[in-house]
């Protein structure tokens, strides 16, 4: 890493600073809020940053219609109303609610899946941002495009909305697979595998270095209970983000807390026990097999 | 209980960076060729094993809720107090350490545990656009350090026995009181490893 030590000069929007901003993030619970209200239950509750959006993809799932990036002015009242860092989502692909994202002072963007996506072609690319981004993969190919395009942070895709932790797991399980499996390749099998799973060359060679992805990685999609967010990371996840699965609860606040406890504790079996005691109803949820291939979420973007 | 050899500094590993602030620590311990084992700190037993401790980067809430939660906010407290244990803080660190908060402080209900005699704002420079990276000079290094500020506090004023070892634009980056070290940078994130030494330092003294 150069560092140039100069005392004048100030850098702004650096690869160092979007990487650094999601490592501050790690060991913690982002929650999904869709007014401020919420969002000061969740800080309440000791979450590291809130993901404003319009509508939680449980109810965007159940509605259908268009998602979009939420009503700039309840980003702005959450970003008033709580002190943590506030992300929000944009559309894959849509850089211009990504611009409009950054210039309310939002933290970090994500180019969601859970919102109908804009760009048929390209994802955003997010190198052009002060800001950093955080996107949805399946597997190391996924991952390394979008880190390629800037992605500061990657979170499994999961199938938001369902409650049912089987395709985060699915995703998880994939990547650690995949990544793996780079130790053994030279550099003539790193170019085949590179092309293969469609992944730029300069990236596998980052990750095959590091034994792990260059950015931090978060678990998504479909974790509803404490056990769910400390399987996640006993299988090597960096933190957690839990979209439909509080506030459709009957005590989000309790079970916000539980999930903030079970994260840091998660391989603590006597507090995973105790947190989980008593949390009433988790949301009802629908199994992620039950939903016909088309309608999956994870299969938006590439 | 008394620390029994090899001599340990403990990270507390309940939210943030805090596998880059361990391997820091080894890097620096290695590099100045001390006997330290790093540890990481998530309850009671495991603070009370530790010569010296690491409050990483992270949210300053949410690290607060969890030191409370698990009984450990009290612990530490009281080891810095009674038995001078040293304690590093980072960003989040450093906005727990000190005595005095800013409106945030107030708003989230946070009770600062109040070694450094010195008034916290958090995030001095503004959201995650504002972050920034520049060189700063600290007081007992001799070439500029590299620092990171990722929505970073400062302490706006200090007074009492707080020692400033660095400012930039009029805000305090870098202090020091007794045995406790706070810097609202993060040096855990560059290769630099000068301040961790500088830690490791007090501890050794």
Known sequence: MVFELDLKKLRFGTELLKRGFAKMQKGGVVMDVTNDEQARIAEEAGAVAVMALERVPADIRAEGGVARMADPQMIVKIIETVTIPVMAKCRIGHFAEAQILSTLGVDMVDESEVLTPADPFDHVYKKDFIIPFVCGCRNLGEACRRIGEGAAMIRTKGEAGTGDVVEAVRHMKTLNREIAHLKDLGDEGMKDYASEINAPLDVLHEVKKMGRLPVVNFAAGGIATPADASLMMQLGCDGIFVGSGIFKSGDPALLANAIVEATTHFDDPQILAKVSKGLGAAMKGQQAGDIPEEERLQYRGW | ?205
């Open chain 2, 1 to 205: 209980m008394r620390p029994v050899e090899p001599k340990r500094i403990g990270v507390f590993a309940l939210q943030g960076d805090v596998s880059e602030h361990i391997s820091a620590m080894k890097n620096a311990v290695r590099s100045l060729g001390y006997e330290y084992e790093v540890i990481t700190i998530r309850n009671k037993d495991e603070l009370e094993s530790v010569n010296a401790a690491i409050l990483p980067g992270g949210e300053s809430t949410t690290i607060y809720r969890l030191l409370v939660n698990f009984g450990l906010y009290d612990l530490l407290k009281e080891r810095c107090l009674d038995t001078k244990m040293p304690v590093f803080g980072t960003c989040a660190g450093m906005v727990l350490l000190a005595k005095e908060g800013d409106e945030q402080v107030r708003k989230t209900e946070t009770r600062l545990i109040g070694l450094v005699d010195a008034k916290v704002r958090r995030n001095a420079f503004g959201r995650q656009k504002g972050s920034f990276e520049t060189a700063v000079e600290i007081k007992g290094l001799n070439e500029p350090f590299p620092a990171v500020f990722i929505r970073a506090p400062a302490y706006e004023k200090s007074w009492g026995r707080a020692e400033v070892l660095s400012t930039f634009r009029n805000n305090i980056i870098m202090a020091k009181q007794r045995n406790v070290l706070v810097s609202a940078f993060h040096p855990e994130l560059t290769n630099d490893i000068r301040v961790h030494e500088l830690f490791l330092k007090m501890v050794e003294a």
